[in-house]
């Protein structure tokens, strides 16, 4: 069982940075895999990263590549998202999950553990 909570989220200009963070609980969390996700108002929830159990491979979604990283920290039991160049299309709840497997994939439904969501907006 992992407990996932999310902090960092808030509002920002366009242009600025945020950087998130997802603490975890469990004594098993650097057998997972992690991502981050978002929604936005009336829209499904999107792939926006991943990074593996052990951080050596990391998948980003096209619409934030070069601009986010995803990080983690297995000895804090931490993965993070820092958001570079934000752009007010970046606005949306952003969720921390957990998946335990060594495979990195980018579908919510494969993700067994949600935290429950940071609200990042930007502001044109």
């Known amino acids: 069982q992992v407990q996932l909570v999310e902090s960092g989220g808030g509002l920002v200009q366009a242009g600025g940075s945020l950087r998130l963070s997802c603490a975890a609980s469990?004594?098993?969390?650097?057998?997972?895999?992690m991502a981050w996700f978002r929604q936005a108002p009336g829209k499904e929830r999107e792939f926006v990263a991943v990074?593996?159990?052990?951080?050596?491979?990391?998948i980003y979604a096209d619409s934030v590549k070069g601009r986010f990283t995803i990080s983690r920290v297995n000895a804090k039991k931490e993965v993070y998202l820092q958001m570079n160049s934000l752009k007010p299309e970046d606005t949306a709840v952003y969720y921390c999950?957990?998946?335990?497997?060594?495979?990195?994939?980018?579908?919510?439904?494969?993700?067994?553990?949600w935290g429950q969501g940071t609200q990042v907006t930007v502001a044109s």
């Open positions: 469990g004594r098993t969390f650097s057998r997972y895999t």
């Open positions: 999950a957990a998946d335990y497997t060594t495979t990195p994939v980018v579908g919510p439904g494969e993700y067994d553990y």
């Open positions: 990074i593996s159990w052990s951080g050596g491979s990391t």
